[in-house]
Structure formats: structure tokens, C-alpha cells
């Protein structure tokens, strides 16, 4: 009896040492938790967000976007106000994302210093002149009816619906660009595939790919089209469209190392 009742006591203290154990873990995770970024993630991933919503009444002749990383949606509002939706989300470093006006340009800067993420949707007056420069983001511009201005460094151009004047870059990517009611276009790729689609014969296509594929879609005009290319290392292909020297409607194509398309509708 003396015998179980020595083992009974040694159970107990290696029951008591095993609950000491077990309250220390306890504790260290408590610690950790505390000590952690609300959304859980460390250095130079974002570790602190917000998101705003702003309305301006001011008179807007022209919007210019400056991004880094994430994405730009730039869409026509119902109330011809402009309306700001951001999401931001940085770590090390400063965010500077803030909005200035310049008599009637808003200036709307998303960039900042260390890791960072933003996604913007910004609704302005039809007529709006736009411009966006963007590092490495998806740019998606939609239903404008004033000239837009976009370069992309890395990432996708989307622009669909678009009356104005425009100027499309895009470094290394895609740009892809429907339902186009402009006269004048200037779209330049770089390591990236473009595709270009036209709902009216445009007076001015100017499009220069450089080691990627470019697809060219326009409606059949009247007199034709008045067709350039200029193709290194590369070869193109005409469907479905007429060619007259003399036609109002130009389109030129560059291309290293590309293929080039033209189809008429």
C-alpha cells in the first residue's frame, strides 16, 4: 500500500509539471498574438489599410492618376460629380496617397515609399479629360467621351468605350482596347500583346508593338483604308479590308519581331 501510494504522488507531480507547461505555451502565444499586425502580416508585406470614399462638386476638366501597385477603374458618373472610392494597404514606408486640384485638374496620387497596394474607382463627368500613369497595376478606363492619356509600365491596359483622342502605352503586358469610337489613336506595346477594336473607321491609327503580337479590328469604310507597315523581324496579314492609298483613313503598324493583323468587320 505504501507503494501505490508513492506512485500516486509522483503522478501527481508530473501532472502538475505538464499543467505548468501547458498555461507557459498558453501565455507565449497570447504574447505573440498581441505583439502581431492586426492583419497579420510582417515586414515589408502591408500591415495597415484603409479605405475612403470622397465626392467633389468642384468644376473637372481633366483627371490625372499616378499609381504604383494595384489597380485603376476609371468609369463616367451619373451626377456629373467626381466620386473616389480607395483601398489602400502599405507596410514599410509612407503612404502619400492624397488628392490635389490645379485650377480645374485633379490630381490624384496613389503611389508611396516600401510595400503598397491600392485599388481606386473614380467616376468623373463624361467629357473628362484622362490621364493615368501606372507602375505595375491593371488600369481599366471605360465610357469616357474626352481624350485619354495612359501609360502602363508593367500589367494590363483595358480602355473600352472610349469617344476621344487617346495615347496607350504599355511597357510589358497587355493592352486591350474595345468598342473604340475614336478618330485618333496612338497605341504603343512593348513585350506585351495588343489588340485594338474600332466600332468607326478611325482617321488616325498610329500603333507601334515591339516583341509581342498585334490585332487591329475595324468596321469598313467608304473609301478604304490607307495602310503602312513598317514590320522588322516579323510578318502581317490583311482580311476583310479594302486599301486605297487615297482613303481619309490611315492606319500605320510598327512591329520588331511581331505579327501584325488588320481585319475589316
Known amino acids: 500500500m505504501r507503494f501505490l501510494s508513492r506512485m500516486t504522488t509522483a503522478q501527481k ?19 505573440v498574438i498581441a505583439d502581431s499586425p492586426r492583419d497579420g502580416r510582417v515586414g515589408d508585406e502591408p500591415v495597415a489599410s484603409s479605405v475612403d470614399e470622397m465626392t467633389y462638386d468642384e468644376d473637372v476638366t481633366a483627371l490625372d492618376v499616378r499609381a504604383d501597385s494595384g489597380t485603376v477603374t476609371i468609369r463616367p458618373s451619373e451626377d456629373d460629380r467626381v466620386h473616389i472610392e480607395r483601398s489602400l494597404a502599405w507596410g514599410t514606408g509612407d503612404t502619400v496617397a492624397g488628392q490635389t486640384w490645379d485650377g480645374t485638374v485633379l490630381l490624384v496620387d ?38 485619354v492619356t495612359a501609360h502602363v509600365a508593367s500589367g494590363r491596359l483595358l480602355v473600352d ?67 503602312d507597315f513598317v514590320i522588322s523581324s516579323g510578318d502581317h496579314s490583311v482580311t476583310g479590308v479594302d486599301e486605297n492609298p487615297a482613303s481619309a483613313h490611315a492606319i500605320t503598324a510598327r512591329a520588331t519581331s511581331a505579327h501584325v493583323s488588320v481585319t475589316g468587320t
Do not use: K, M, W
Not at 507531480?13 to 504574447?31: E, H, N, P, Y
Not at 503598397?116 to 469616357?144: E, F, K, R, W
Not at 478618330?183 to 509581342?212: I, M
Open 110 to 147: 496613389g503611389r508611396c515609399e516600401g510595400a503598397c497596394d491600392a485599388a481606386y474607382l473614380i467616376t468623373v463627368p463624361a467629357g473628362t479629360a484622362v490621364s493615368v500613369t501606372a507602375t505595375s497595376a491593371t488600369v481599366d478606363i471605360s465610357g469616357v467621351g474626352g481624350a
Open 13 to 31: 507531480a508530473v501532472t502538475t509539471v505538464v499543467a505548468v507547461i501547458l498555461v507557459g505555451i498558453a501565455l507565449l502565444v497570447i504574447v
Open 161 to 227: 468605350d472610349v469617344t476621344g483622342p487617346q495615347r496607350l502605352t504599355v511597357e510589358s503586358g497587355e493592352l486591350i482596347a474595345t468598342r473604340l469610337g475614336s478618330a485618333d489613336v496612338r497605341a504603343e506595346a512593348t513585350s506585351a500583346h495588343a489588340a485594338l477594336d474600332f466600332t468607326v473607321p478611325p482617321s488616325t491609327l498610329d500603333s507601334t508593338v515591339n516583341s509581342g503580337d498585334l490585332t487591329i479590328t475595324v468596321p469598313r469604310s467608304p473609301d478604304g483604308y490607307r495602310l
